[in-house]
C-alpha cells in the first residue's frame, strides 16, 4: 500500500463506512467523494482493509453534480480492500443499459457540442488513479461494468482486480467513452464477464503492462480504434484473446501466453487495423494469429507485423528486442522516516515565497522520504538538489517554478538528484513544471547527475541525463522534453507535450538505449532523435500534432544509429516526413505517402532502421518502391506479404 502525506487522506471510515460486507456502504463513500473531488489535485479517496458493500455507481461528482478528475481511490491490496456490488442490485441488470461500479470522469464541462455533462466525457480526465483494491459485480447482475474508466495524460490503474461473482457482465474494464488515454494499467487481473476489457475510440491510447484475463465469454480485449501498447499478457480463455475490430486500431502486443484455447478460433483475431506481436504462446488454439481472415499457422510467434517492414536502407527486418527491465519498487517507508517540507517552513501555495531553503532543509534532514502537502504552488529561486539519504520526493500533485520569469531555459534544472546514499530513488507525482512567465516550458525539470538509479513516476518532469548516470525509469510521465546521454533508459506510457517555436525534439538519445512502451505526443514537435550510435526502440505510440506541421520536419531522426518503431498518427494534421535516416552519409526520408493510411492519418506498423554493427547482416537488398531515397518494403512473411495485398 502507497504511505501518503496525512493532509491528503480522506479516510471513508470517517464518514460512517465500515468494510464489514453486511451494510451498504454507497452512501458514505459518495459522500466522501463529493465533499473532497475538486478541491485539491493530490486527494486521495482511502478504503482500509475490508469490503465494502455498494448498489448504486461510484460517480466522480462534487456535491453540485459536476464532473471531476484528479482523484485517487487508494486500498490496502487486492486482497485486503474490496468493493462489492450487491448481488441483483436495482440498475445492473440490463445487459443493454450497462452500468459501473466505479466511474471516472473528465474535469466539468457544463456544456458541448456532445453529451459531456451527462457521460462525463472530455479530455481533461487528469490523474484519475485507482490502486490496490479489488472490485467484485456480485451475482445477479449482467449489467454490470467492474470500472468505467477516463483518464487522459497521467492515470492509472495498478494492482488491482476485477472480478464477476456469476461469470456476467459486460466488461471487467470500460473504456469507451470520449477519450481514453494516455493512461497507464498494470498489474490488473480481471475475470469473468462479456469483455475483460473493452476500449473505442481513436483517440489517444492506451499501456498496459502484466495484464491477466481469465473466463471471458466473447473475448478478453476488444479494440475499437484505438492505439494499444501491451506488455506481458496472460490468459486463460477458451474464446479470443485479443480482438481488434476497426481499421484504425492498432495493436503492439510483448509477450504474450495464453491457455485453455479453443480449436476453433485463433488466440488473436486482427479482423482490421494493425497488429504487431512478438514472443507470444497459445495453447489449444488453432492458431496464435488470424489477419483478416487469413490463420497465420502456429501457436508460437517470434514476431509476426500484419503489413510490410518498412525501411529506408537494408536492415534486419525485426524490431530491435532491447533487454526489458521492470520498474524498480521500492517499499514506502512509514511517516516515521518521513518529513514535510512545510515543517522546514515551505508555504503552501504562497507564490511570493522562495521555497529552495524549505525544500533543501527537509532532504537534508536524513530522512528517507521528502512530501510537500498536496495540490500547492511553489517557487525556487534557484536548483534544488536530492542529495545524502533521501530515496523519495513526493510532491503529491504540486506545481513547480521558478521565481524568476523565464528561467525555464534548458540549462539549469529545478530539480538535480546527485550521489548519495541511496542505489535507487524516486520522484513521484509532479504535478507540472511551471513557467510563471510562459505558456510552456522548454526547459529541464529533472536533472540525473548521479550513479544511482533514478525512477520518475505519476507526473510530470522534462528530464535530462548527464554522461556517466545511472539507470532511468519513467512510468506514466507526462512531459515536454527528454535529453539522454549514453544511458539505459525505460519508458512506459510517456506522454510528450507543449512544444516550443523552434519544434525541437520531444526526445534526444544520444549514444545511449532508449525502450519505450506507449508514446503519445501533441503538438508539431519533431518526436525523437537518436544520434551519435544510439539505440532506441519504440513499441506502440501515437502522434497528435493537432496544429500544421512544417512541411519538412521529420517525426523522427536517426544519424548513423540504429532505431525501430511502431506508431500511429491521429487527426486531420500529419508529418509530411515520417522518417529522416541518415547512414553513411546519405540521408532518405520515408514520406506520409509511403506509409499505410489510417484514416486521413498514418499506420507504421514497423520501421527498421539499424545501423552498422547492429543486428544480424542484412539480406540483400530487394526491389522496393522509392520517395525521397530508397524505401524498401519487405514482408516478414509470405504469408503477412499476401494479407497485406488482401488488405488494398
Partial sequence: MVIVAPEAVVNVRDYGALGTGLVDETAAILQAIRENIGFNPGQIIYLPAGIYLVSDRLAWR????????????????????????????????????????IFTASEGRTSGPVDWVGLGEGNEAFRNDIFDLSVETG???????????????????????????????????????????????????????????????????????????????VAGIRNDDNVLTIHDLVSANSVPVIQNMASRGQITLLDGSFTGGSPA??????????????????????????????????????????????????????????????????????????????????????????????????????????????????????????RGNIQRLDLMGCWLGFTQVNSFDGVKPLIRLEPGTQPVVVIERIGSLWDVGATTVPGTGIEHASPATLVIRDGGGACRTLPGSGPLFLENVSTNTMSFKSQNVWGRQLDAEGGAPANPPYIRNDGGKLWILGLKTERPNQVMETTGGGQTELLGGLLMPIEPVPATLP?????????????????????????????????????????L???????????????????????????????????????ILAAIIAVASHKE
Fill in 555 to 595: 517525426a523522427f531522426v536517426n544519424v548513423e544509429s540504429s532505431q525501430t518503431l511502431t506508431y500511429a498518427t491521429g487527426g486531420p494534421q500529419d508529418y509530411q516526413v515520417q522518417v529522416r535516416e541518415t547512414r553513411g552519409g546519405v540521408v532518405r526520408e520515408l514520406l506520409k505517402a509511403d506509409v
Fill in 265 to 386: 478460433v485463433s488466440a488473436i483475431e486482427n479482423q482490421a487495423g494493425e497488429l504487431v506481436a512478438r514472443n507470444v504462446a497459445a495453447l489449444g488454439y488453432r492458431s496464435a494469429i488470424s489477419d483478416i481472415g487469413v490463420v497465420i499457422p502456429g501457436n508460437t510467434v517470434s514476431e509476426f507485423v500484419s503489413s510490410p517492414v518498412l525501411s529506408l536502407f537494408p536492415s534486419p527486418l525485426k524490431s530491435l528486442g532491447l533487454p526489458v527491465q521492470e520498474t524498480p519498487e521500492l517499499p514506502h517507508d512509514s511517516l516515521a522516516d518521513s518529513v514535510s517540507v512545510a515543517d522546514f517552513g515551505a508555504v503552501h501555495n504562497d507564490r511570493t515565497r522562495d521555497s529552495l531553503a524549505a525544500f533543501q532543509a527537509a532532504i537534508d534532514s536524513g530522512a528517507l522520504t521528502v512530501y510537500a502537502p498536496p495540490g500547492g504552488k511553489y517557487l525556487f529561486s534557484n536548483t534544488f538538489r536530492l
Fill in 139 to 217: 451475482v445477479g447482475n449482467p449489467g454490470a461494468i467492474g470500472i468505467d474508466y477516463l483518464a487522459s495524460n497521467i492515470g492509472a490503474i495498478r494492482n488491482v482486480g476485477i472480478r464477476s461473482g456469476d461469470g456476467q457482465g459486460i466488461a471487467g474494464l470500460w473504456m469507451a467513452r470520449r477519450w481514453p488515454g494516455p493512461c497507464f494499467i498494470k498489474n490488473v487481473a480481471i475475470e469473468g464477464f462479456n469483455y475483460g476489457i473493452r476500449i473505442g475510440h481513436a483517440q489517444y491510447s492506451v499501456t498496459f503492462e502484466r495484464l491477466t484475463l481469465t473466463n471471458q465469454k
Fill in 597 to 635: 493510411p489510417r484514416g486521413g492519418a498514418s499506420a507504421v506498423p514497423l520501421y527498421v532502421g539499424y545501423g552498422e554493427g547492429d543486428g544480424p547482416p542484412p539480406p540483400p537488398p530487394p526491389p522496393g518502391k522509392s520517395s525521397g531515397g530508397a524505401i524498401v518494403l519487405v514482408g
Fill in 62 to 101: 462534487d456535491l453540485a453534480g459536476t464532473w471531476h478528475a484528479h482523484l485517487t481511490f487508494q486500498g490496502d491490496g487486492w486482497d485486503n480492500t474490496v468493493i462489492k456490488l450487491m448481488d441483483f442490485a436495482p440498475g445492473f441488470d440490463n445487459p443493454a443499459s450497462p452500468k459501473a461500479v
